[in-house]
């Protein structure tokens, strides 16, 4: 039959002194007292794990912070744990880490992990703008709010406002942002499951509407109205250079001269600067050759082809080609990023094969599988068809619309 320990009393605990090494003054029960070399002293329960069924210790605090009484009661707590077939020892770990969820896992904390993985997937731009929603709309009523108590009711009620403001668009995007938040977070083992997976379906859709684009007939009148147009020199480079290549209005903005490879007639955009994350190869034609050659002087020694006025050590904003076209009377009928439709529309009118147009367009093959066997970039078949398009523009310009055209008779206001 075991012998049983002797318990402890508060002054045999309080007279213990340390030595050179730890050792242990028991109490009974498995409740044991360990003395450290350097003084201090811990309560430990040593107990059998229900499941392994092998020996181990239970940390229960320090003394005096702890007090005996209240290490004998912790102690027995455990030990009905344990006649519960519970270890103990993992539901204090469990118990703990709730507790930091509540403070260390709150909604704007995850979010921000979750953004430092998904901007290294999107644009600068497209990344200022997303975290730049969160500070608006999400954070300030959610940011505190633990992940683990987030509800759908709670979310929707922050949305209603911005919904009803008719900001309908705005709605969908927070709607997804915020779920991809969530997804991550279960995805992390932060909560077992998603509650607001649906709550797009409680708000209204927004309208498809198709951004404004000229049609192909209408090219003309649009060469016309950047030919007269009151803009800066820059200005003009930039809207041309944009409609020859068919980029997006940021990309085109934020064209460098050391991305041009004259040799081999490229423009060579990294992967950081595009929509989908990946690099793109712009055959350049004699027209967009003709543009660079002759914005040059004024730009070539910095280091964007088109420089901001305030400071020329960044690029334009990407707003300057929509602004100019707003003041050319094109407001409503067309934008920036229209000029991409319009090259696209006329392309496919005029019967050239649909992948080389949304390649030029750096759009990705919505078919994932045939998008992973087909990675040409079809260069010498987009020559061609790049070099038709310049031409076009240049049929419609009449002569002297173009700057690649007729740059001798540019007519330039506001320099």
Sequence with gaps: MARLAKPLSETEIKNAKAKDKEYNLADGAGLQLRVKPHGSK?????????ITKKRQNLSIGAYPDISLADARKL??????????????????????????ALTEHTFEKVAIQWFETKKESITKNHADSTWRSFKLHLLPALGKTPISQMTAPMVIKILRPVEAKGSLETVKRLSQRINEVMIYAVNTGLIHANPISGIKSVFKKPRKEHLAALKPNELSELMQAIANASI????????????HTMTRPNEAAAARWDE?????????????????RRDHVIPLTDQTIALLEAIKPLTGHREYIFPADRN??????????????????????????GLRSLASTTLNEQGFDADLIETALAHIDKNQIRSAYNRTDYL???RVMMSWWSEYI??????????????????VVGE
């Excluded at 811990?42 to 229900?50: E, H, S």
């Excluded at 800066?232 to 409609?243: D, S, Y």
């Excluded at 240049?394 to 007519?411: E, Q």
């Design 42 to 50: 811990l309560w430990l329960l040593n107990y059998v794990n229900p």
């Design 232 to 243: 800066k020199k820059v200005t003009r480079f930039l809207i041309e250079w944009q409609l």
């Design 394 to 411: 240049m049929d419609a310009s009449s002569g002297n619309f173009s700057l690649a055209n007729n740059l001798k008779h540019l007519k």
């Design 260 to 276: 041009i490879n004259f040799d081999d007639r490229l423009w060579l955009i990294p992967a950081e600067k595009m929509k989908m």
């Design 312 to 337: 020329p050590k960044t690029h334009c904003n990407v707003q300057t080609a929509n602004a100019a076209l707003n003041r050319m009377g094109l407001k409503g009928r067309t934008t920036a990023h």
């Design 380 to 382: 010498q078949r987009r």
């Design 75 to 100: 102690s027995q707590e455990a030990r009905t744990l344990v006649a519960l077939d519970i270890d103990p020892k993992q539901h204090k770990a469990e118990q703990l880490a709730a507790k930091a």
